[in-house]
Structures are given as C-alpha cells and as structure tokens.
C-alpha cells in the first residue's frame, strides 16, 4: 500500500475553501439542470426531434465524461490550477458557442466544448480534497461538496424557467458563461496550489494508459469506483428521462417542473448533511452500506409503481425522493473509498472515477431515448438496472475484500 501524501503546512479550509470547491464541482450539475426546462422549447424552435436534442445533452455528458481523463493526469503533472484556468476559459467559449447556435448541429457541438471544459472543475476539486484529506474526512469534505452541489439542481432548473420566460433560452447559456467566468476569477485569486512542485508525477505520457490499467485492475479502486459510477449512472437517466415524464406524461409546466425538480434534490441535501456528520464517526463502509440498501428498496418501489401506474404521479415522485436521498450517503463515501490508496496518482484516480459514471450515463441515456414510450416505465426499469448494478458491485468486490481482509 501507497503511503498516504504529505499534506501541506497549512491546507486551505473553512467555508470559503468548501464553497470554491463547490463551485468547481457544480460546473456539471448547473450546465445540465439550469437548461432542462428548455428543451421542449428548443425542440420546437430549432425544428428538430427528440433524439437529435437529446444529443444536446448526451454531447455535454460525453464531453464531461471523457475529458476527465486528461485532465486528471495533467493535473498530477502541473498541479491544480493551470488545467483548471484552460478548462474555465473552454467552458466560457462552449457556452457562448450555445448561445449564439442556429441549429441543433452546433449546439450539440458547443455542448460538448462546454462539457470539455467544465469537466476541470469536477476531476481537479475532487483532486484537491484528496490532497489535504485523509479517508474519512475526505469523505465528510464529499459529503458537503455534495450539499453545496444539492443548491445547483434546486435552483438552476427554476433560474432557467425564470430566463426561458423573460429572455428565451439563449439566455440560459449567457448566464452559465458568467457562471464560467465567476468560477475562473475565483479559482484564480482565492485558491492556492494543493500540489507541491515535488509530488508532481513526472512519468512519461507513455505511461499513463499502463497507470489507468493498475487502477481497473485494483480492487480496492473498481470496487468503490464501479459502485459510484453506476449508482450515478442511474442519476443520469433521471436527469435525460424526467423532462419527459413530468411535461409530457404528467402534464407539468416548465415552472412546475422546476420545482418538483428541486425538491426532489433536498433529500439527497439531507441525507449529505447527515454522512458528513456520522462518517467520521461510523466509517465510509458503513455508511456507504446504509445508503446502498435505501437505495435498491427505493428503486423497487419506483418499478412497481412506475410499472403499474399506481399513484400516478405520487407514485413515481416518492420513491424517485427516497432514491435520490440515498445518493447523499454513496458518493462521498465511493469517491473517498476509490481516491484511498493512490494519492501519488490522484488526479487520474479522481479522472477514472468521474469518466465512468458519465459514460454508462450516456449509454443509459441513448437506450432511454431508444425505449421511451410516453410513459414512465423506461426510466423507472433503467434507474433500477442501473442501481442493481452498483449494489452488486459493491456486493461482490467491496464487501467480499472487507471480509476476506478481516480473516
């Protein structure tokens, strides 16, 4: 086992380094969120289809997902901020690209340059935790990153109704590049350099595939890592299905959708505030455990109900409430368990861990858009193939490691 990286004298913390860091790692949730109720809107005035639209956003996953593995190991190679300046600035350019977009072609081509660049925020926050924490406090660091990220999806999706009504929804992607520029002033002038000149991994870019192939083959990361990426993966089908369900299906408006939206996320608020209260106390595993369980009893639920149509609407925001709750007390603690072991190698181990919940998301959502039949049903049956995957995952490699290493 890797011996645990030197942390700085004195690391930045507080409120105001929790918040910087929350920003960075909003830069997925606000550029995906803040837009969903526009894209009925777009659709029409773009005259275009459901799946080339849907291609809007599968692009920005794509781009966020993939980039992820470059820019970790630049980050391990110049530290944290230069790649996290260039990201900024591409982030700034993609979303001014969406504005000014005159056809779903370009907007899907600027979506993914605006993935590509906020994807710096994502890898390098979860970087710089790993820098100045140890497990379980990192995981109690996740746990709030995760409250503060919880503002983005109950706020953005009303922002953007709010702009989707007064200015249209250009205005959304004139606002995210301000976002853009407010997350590069601030990670400029108030955020120091985690990684000191002579942790800085100097191996040749040669060597990087063979460094990704060490981590897929460590139990210790694929365990932690591959339950995180298909939990998320589940969430993404609920961000790419939900439009859908709640405007079509069930009738909402845009300015309703937003709402329930956003209460659909206060659970998973909660739940945030309460893992980072009890990890210290009771351990990444078992948190981790507990909220696994909610969570394939809450996606049970949602198929029954989904698949039935018992309690119409109720029945698929309830458990789709109880499901999302649950997330607070697994990312943390699988993004701490995965980061653990390799903090000569963070950057690509933080990369590695982000990339995969985003690819089987965009598979996830191209199968959804292939299935949708109107009704619930395809969404509530891939968030559960999804959320069984990731208990069995943690079924098969964590829990089977933790027992055979008591022994």
Request: aromatic share 10%.
């Amino acid at each position: 086992m890797s011996a645990p990286a030197e942390r700085l004298p004195s690391p930045p913390r507080g409120f105001v380094f929790a918040a910087l860091l929350g920003i960075l790692s909003a830069f997925g949730a606000i550029s995906i969120d803040m837009y969903l109720p526009a894209l009925p809107g777009m659709q029409r005035e773009l005259a275009t289809d459901a799946a080339a639209i849907q291609w809007t956003l599968n692009g920005f996953f794509l781009g966020f997902g993939l980039s992820q593995l470059v820019y970790g190991p630049l980050a391990d190679r110049f530290g944290r901020k230069a790649p996290l300046f260039v990201g900024c600035l591409l982030y700034i350019a993609g979303s001014i690209g969406c504005a000014l977009a005159t056809d779903v072609f370009w907007l899907a081509i600027f979506r993914l340059l605006q993935g590509i660049g906020g994807a710096a925020g994502s890898v390098i926050s979860r970087a710089i935790v790993r820098d100045v924490y140890d497990r379980d406090h990192a995981a109690k660091m996740f746990s709030m990153l995760m409250l503060l990220m919880g503002a983005a999806p109950m706020f953005a999706p009303s922002v953007g109704g709010l702009l989707l009504e007064v200015a249209g929804w250009r205005a959304i992607f004139w606002t995210l590049a301000g976002f853009g520029v407010i997350a590069l002033l601030l990670s400029t002038f108030l955020l120091r350099e985690t990684l000191p000149t002579e942790r800085r991994d100097r191996r040749p870019p040669g060597q990087l595939a063979r460094a990704y192939a060490s981590l897929l083959t460590d139990s210790r990361f694929i365990g932690y890592a591959g339950t995180g990426a298909m939990i998320f993966g589940g969430l993404f089908v609920y961000i790419s299905g939900t439009p859908a369900v709640f405007i079509d299906h069930f009738g909402l408006s845009p300015r309703a959708f937003a709402v329930l939206f956003g209460c659909n996320v206060v659970g998973m608020m909660i739940m945030s505030t309460i893992n980072s209260r009890f990890v210290t106390r009771f351990g990444v595993d078992r948190m981790l455990s507990t909220g696994l369980w909610i969570c394939i009893c809450a996606a049970a639920a949602l198929v029954l109900f989904a698949g039935t149509g018992t309690g119409g609407i109720y029945g698929v925001v309830i458990p789709l409430f109880l499901l999302l709750a649950s997330f607070g007390l697994i990312g943390g603690n699988t993004g701490a368990g995965a980061l653990q072991h390799f903090p000569h190698m963070a950057g690509a181990a933080s990369a590695l861990a982000g990339v995969m919940p985003f690819i089987l998301g965009s598979i996830a959502g191209t199968v959804l858009g292939l299935l949708s039949d109107g009704t619930p049903r395809p969404m509530a049956l891939l968030m559960s193939a999804m959320v069984t995957g990731g208990f069995l995952v943690h079924r098969l490699v964590v829990v089977r490691r933790l027992k055979a290493e008591k022994r």
